[in-house]
């Protein structure tokens, strides 16, 4: 068996009032230091996926099949403890619009430390130390000054730089981002996704990036999983789905892309790898 982080196998949701199928035989593995990709078009379940795997669904929406596994541990027998130890320390994840994560009143050091406190059982002056090594690992450019700052006087990009510093604080094994740059500025998610690059290889993540944007996963993404109307319609390696899609659903997506060109990402990506390798 290859190193499997995260397994799912024929997932299933269904809305428990209506009784509607939501998601259905959803299957992917995240292999240990790799980056999968989940794309489709808004409403294809992606998103629903993956709060199914963190244990965060809306309690309209129940698991009714298939298996969880984490670290090869099936989460369908963890209790509400094992999720909170579960969540954070070895799964991390980011949103979009990072602002509504975040408390307004409370200074964004304050709220790192608080993680680190309650969770690690840090000491103020250990928290605070952490803190800052987490603001400068994510490339905030005056950790001193963030740590005072409250949310509203941050951009969103920086305070996607905040949460991604909460997300890997406990020093999880995978990082979700769930369309996570979707709603910044084209410079600013092309800095976001660069630093989640740059953390994987430096904190040893596995990824799993969730968009609605073919570009942003032919940029990062090891594998893909296409996802339309709560369903696989094609998985596989990244380059091989863009490249030679077999399903229609799938050309459709890329067609729609065309125009900006994705081969450009595959020579940007190739180009990260070299930096890496060097
Ligand atoms: N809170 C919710 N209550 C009821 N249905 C929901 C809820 N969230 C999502 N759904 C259903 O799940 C489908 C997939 O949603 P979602 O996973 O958010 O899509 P995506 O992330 O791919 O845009 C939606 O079209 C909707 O039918
Ligand atoms: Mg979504």
């Known amino acids: ?58 309690d309209i929406l129940e698991v009714t099949g298939g298996a969880i596994e984490v670290l090869g541990r099936p989460t369908s027998e963890f209790t509400k403890k094992d999720w909170i130890a579960c969540r954070g320390s070895v799964i991390g994840a980011v949103f979009q619009d990072p602002g509504s994560y975040l408390n307004p009143s409370i200074r964004l050091g304050k709220q790192v430390e608080e993680v680190l406190r309650v969770k690690k059982g840090l000491s103020r002056a250990e928290a605070r130390a952490e803190t800052l090594r987490l603001f400068r690992a994510v490339h905030l450019r005056n950790p001193e000054l963030v740590h005072q700052q409250y949310a509203h006087e941050l951009s969103g990009g920086m305070l996607q730089r905040v949460l991604i510093a909460i ?61 339309r109307d709560g369903e696989i319609v094609e998985a596989g390696p990244a380059r091989a789905v863009l490249r030679h899609p077999q399903h229609e659903y799938t050309r459709l997506l890329i067609s729609e892309h065309e125009r900006f060109g994705l081969d450009r990402y595959f020579e940007q990506d190739a180009s990260l790898q070299r930096k890496a390798a060097s």
């Open 1 to 58: 068996m290859s190193d499997s982080v995260l397994t799912v196998r024929d997932l299933e949701v269904t809305h428990a009032v209506t009784g509607q199928s939501v998601v259905r035989q959803v299957s992917f593995e995240v292999v240990r230091g790799r980056v999968l990709g989940i794309v489709g078009e808004s409403g294809s379940g992606k998103t629903v996926t993956v709060r199914a795997v963190l244990g965060i669904l809306p």
């Open 167 to 227: 997300a890997i604080s406990l020093g999880p094994d995978i990082l979700i981002a769930d369309e996570a740059t979707t709603a910044l500025d084209v410079t600013v998610q092309a800095e976001i996704l660069d630093l989640l690059v740059e953390l994987k290889e430096a904190e040893g993540l596995s990824l799993v990036v969730i968009s609605h944007d073919l570009a942003v996963v032919a940029q990062l993404c090891d594998d893909v999983v296409v996802m």
